[in-house]
């Protein structure tokens, strides 16, 4: 499996987590493998009434805590869903949410260098043996 279709994996998984668990999904969302990190990032994850709460700073305060205490309560099952995915274990998970856009952030630590061990990977229908061999030739 490539990085691109890893990366667009995690998107799908987090898109329906955040459908399935936070009642709505992302205007928009962009996942990217980083050495030993994911970065996950979403635009528009407020609901109407969150972003008319997020108008004053008592109101934002609000609405970040109880993003926080849900992605808290997710926090095995999305670790468990990226591990998964990335055949590697979830070591941690840090997010934030601003509450003017309404964009989000997470970043799942990971315990190896997973871009590392993808760009190692044979693609298919490549093998590094005929690579070797078109170096010779040439």
């Given at each position: 499996r490539t990085k691109g279709q890893t990366?667009?994996?995690?998107?799908?998984?987090?898109?329906k987590f955040e459908m399935d668990f936070?009642?709505?999904?992302?205007?928009?969302e962009r996942a990217f493998i980083l050495k030993d990190m994911v970065?996950?990032?979403?635009?528009?994850?407020?609901?109407?009434?969150?972003?008319q709460l997020a108008k004053n700073p008592e109101g934002a305060?609000?609405?970040?805590?109880?993003?926080?205490?849900?992605i808290a309560?997710?926090?095995?099952?999305?670790?468990q869903s990226i591990g998964k995915i990335t055949g590697t274990e979830?070591?941690?998970?840090f997010t934030d949410i601003e509450t003017t856009s309404g964009d989000r952030v997470?970043?799942?630590?990971?315990?190896?260098?997973?871009?590392?061990?993808?760009n190692n990977s044979p693609r298919p229908g490549h093998s590094p043996l005929a690579s070797d061999r078109r170096h010779r030739a040439g």
């Open positions: 990366e667009a994996e995690i998107r799908n998984t987090i898109i936070m009642g709505r999904g992302p205007s928009d970065v996950v990032r979403l635009r528009d994850v407020l609901t109407p009434a969150e972003h305060g609000i609405v970040k805590r109880m993003r926080e205490n849900l309560q997710a926090r095995h099952t999305l670790g979830v070591v941690g998970l997470l970043v799942f630590t990971l315990g190896s260098d997973l871009e590392a061990a993808l």
